[in-house]
Each structure stands twice: as structure tokens, then as C-alpha cells.
């Protein structure tokens, strides 16, 4: 969470970018895919206490509203701005995260 803070409080004027198309998009993508990964293993001890379901729907949640505030946040800094495009992003990457994570716990308890 601090690196996603850190770099989203740059300037627009100190990020560079590489030069294909959608590249901040995968950024984002891999960035939230990342924070719900360590979300996954941060929550590990409370997964027996609640259902799968449950606990899905809550991590889907917590790195939306975490992508949400992160694009708030870039609206206050120069040269930067909120993004739709860049939220979706975000949760595409947590979501990709999670189901993937979802597919290998079913596998490993079948």
C-alpha cells in the first residue's frame, strides 16, 4: 500500500512511462494484483472464520475502495489526475488476483 501511495503521489511531470500502448494500465493491474495477493495472506488466519464467499467479496472490496482513494489522491497532485480508466485497471488486477487464487484453492482441496 505505501508503494502505490508513493508512486501515485509523483508528479506528472517525474513518471515515465515505457512506450507501448495500455502500459500504465498493466502497471496498475499488476500493482493492485499485487496488493491483493499480500491482502490474501494478510487475511490467511481469518479464511476458517468466514466463508470463501465472504472473504472474496471483502477483498474485492477493500482494493476497490483502496483504488478509489489512491485516484482521489492523484487528483490533489500536480500534473496528475483521477481516472476512471485507471480504476478499472485496479480492480481488474485485484480481481485477476483473487479468482486466480480462488481456482488454486479449489484445486488443492479437491
Request: net charge neutral.
Amino acid at each position: 500500500m505505501a508503494g502505490i501511495f508513493y508512486f501515485s503521489g509523483l508528479p506528472g511531470d517525474d513518471i515515465s512511462l515505457p512506450g507501448f500502448f495500455a502500459s500504465d494500465k498493466i502497471l496498475h493491474a499488476s500493482a493492485y494484483a499485487f496488493l491483493a495477493g499480500t491482502a490474501i495472506f494478510a487475511g490467511h488466519p481469518w479464511i476458517n472464520r468466514i466463508s470463501p464467499n465472504r472473504h472474496t467479496i471483502a477483498l474485492m472490496i477493500f482494493c476497490t475502495l483502496y483504488g478509489a482513494s489512491d485516484e482521489i489522491h492523484q487528483s490533489f497532485v500536480p500534473g496528475r489526475m483521477a481516472s476512471i480508466g485507471d480504476l478499472a485497471a485496479d480492480t481488474f488486477g485485484a480481481v485477476l488476483a483473487i479468482l486466480l487464487w480462488r481456482c488454486i484453492l479449489s484445486k488443492k482441496y479437491t
